[in-house]
């Protein structure tokens, strides 16, 4: 176990019936560090980050977060140890703007405060160099655009450790360009971890 690992998996194993779609996969993540998986269609990418986010249990192996073994069971489990994933399908409500999304299911506290909430997104995007507005309606944005709320959505919850499954098959390759730039800006700035398939 390595205290510098944000995520530490050994022999994760993972069956649905006869597929075994992970058998005892290892791999570790270190702090700071951007980390691509690649493998073919139903190599078992999305289902091995899926433990990571507790929407699957493993069946076998351990997940170690921070150099800390772990039980993940939920996804609240895993934001709670703050991990965010972007998920190849965004889950966000087209009616509302992206600071509406943003918010969406956080404390009353927290979002009584419509201006103390933009300028905390206007924080996030100016530090990081995102370009989102936060009044937008998401049914006016590019997928790009949307792509960010939900980055900036778990951003704003205090992840840091990002998960992103196939950001940029939804992406033309100038779109692609631009995300990578932020990702490796938020690497530079003090935006410790992450990590994507
Ligand atoms: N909920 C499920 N029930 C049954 N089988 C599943 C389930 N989820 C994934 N599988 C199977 O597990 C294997 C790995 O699938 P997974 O989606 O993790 O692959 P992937 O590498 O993400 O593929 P892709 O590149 O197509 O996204 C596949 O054989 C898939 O059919
Ligand atoms: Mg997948």
């Known amino acids: ?15 649905f019936g006869q ?21 073919e269609n139903g190599s078992g990418k999305t289902t091995l980050m899926n433990m990571i986010s507790g929407i699957y249990y493993p069946d076998e192996g351990q997940i170690m977060i ?12 895993s934001f709670d140890l ?13 009616v509302l703007t992206a600071a509406e999304n943003i918010i969406l299911g956080l ?3 927290e979002i009584l405060d419509r201006k103390a909430v933009n300028d905390k997104i206007n924080e996030l995007t100016g530090k990081y160099g995102f370009d989102l507005d936060p009044d937008q309606k998401i049914y006016r ?5 949307k792509q960010t709320v939900e980055i900036v959505k778990m951003l704003y919850r205090g992840v840091d ?18 995300l990578f730039a932020v990702l490796r800006n938020m690497k530079s700035r003090s935006f410790h971890y992450h990590y994507y398939t």
């Open 19 to 39: 597929v075994v779609a992970n058998d005892k996969v290892c791999l570790s993540l270190k702090k700071g560090e951007i980390l691509s998986i690649l493998g």
């Open 107 to 109: 404390p009353g506290k």
């Open 66 to 77: 921070h150099g800390k073994e772990v039980t993940i069971r939920s996804p609240k489990d």
């Open 82 to 94: 703050g991990i965010g994933m972007i998920h190849q399908h965004f889950k966000l409500v087209d």
């Open 141 to 145: 944005m590019s997928v790009s655009q």
């Open 161 to 178: 450790i990002l998960i992103l499954d196939e950001p940029t098959a939804v992406l033309t390759p100038q779109e692609a360009d631009r």
């Open 1 to 15: 176990m390595n205290e510098n690992n944000a995520i530490e998996l050994k022999n994760i194993t993972k069956r």
